[in-house]
């Protein structure tokens, strides 16, 4: 009877633990891998418009992930704009001046001039209304 | 007699008179349009017209939505 308990306990644990991982799982979702690698190797970069770009001319697989993101963040940026009683433009460019800010040292970001550079230790070059 | 006539011969004088000045108005108006008509060149630009989009979003706007934003950067950092 005790024993039958103590595994039963035991497995309780497990489930639980099971449930925590499930649960935190989509909390900490991170970039896709293949995504993550084309940001390093320069080959995409952050727009002062919120969105993606490509800094190179795309490879079909770069192309496909670029779009799929973007869709995803203009669906992002419209329903936080619906909250927000903003445009879609006004909370994309929101969100735009704080990627850039977030921008990793050797990743890619354009100016507002329309130039790629590469962000380094320094502040990266943003629109004046960025806060 | 002669003071009625010359009276009439006046007044139509005066007549043609007003009327060649009304004509001599109108063509100093229509030379003067014709004349002009050369200065003022209108012509389509070559390039398409670009209307920036980028003035409908004020600094003001940018500040309030800031927080939002960096909330949704890190709710859904998959696809930032």
């Known amino acids: ?131 | 007699m002669l003071y009625q006539t010359s009276q009439l011969t006046d007044r139509t004088y005066g007549a043609i008179h007003h009327n060649m000045r009304s004509l001599t108005t109108a063509g100093l108006i229509f030379g003067a349009l014709i004349g002009f008509s050369g200065c003022v060149q209108v012509t389509a630009p070559d390039k398409p017209i670009v209307i920036n989009l980028n003035i409908n979003i004020k600094q003001e706007v940018v500040y309030r939505l800031d927080g939002d934003a960096k909330d949704l950067i890190n709710e859904e950092a998959d696809i930032f």
């Open chain 1, 1 to 131: 009877m005790f024993d039958y308990m103590k595994k039963n306990k035991a497995l309780a644990v497990v489930g639980g633990l099971v449930l925590t991982a499930a649960v935190a799982v989509p909390a900490i979702a991170q970039r896709d891998p293949a995504y993550a690698a084309a940001r390093a190797s320069g080959a995409i970069g952050e727009k002062p418009d919120g969105y993606l770009g490509y800094v190179t001319s795309p490879s079909p697989a770069i192309k496909a992930l670029v779009e799929d993101i973007n869709i995803k963040r203009k669906a992002a940026y419209t329903r936080k704009a619906q909250e927000t009683n903003s445009t879609v433009e006004q909370f994309a460019f929101t969100s735009g001046c704080n990627l850039i800010m977030r921008t990793a040292p050797g990743e890619k970001y354009q100016t507002p001039a329309g130039t790629w550079n590469t962000r380094d230790a320094s502040d990266p070059v943003r629109d004046p209304r960025c806060p």
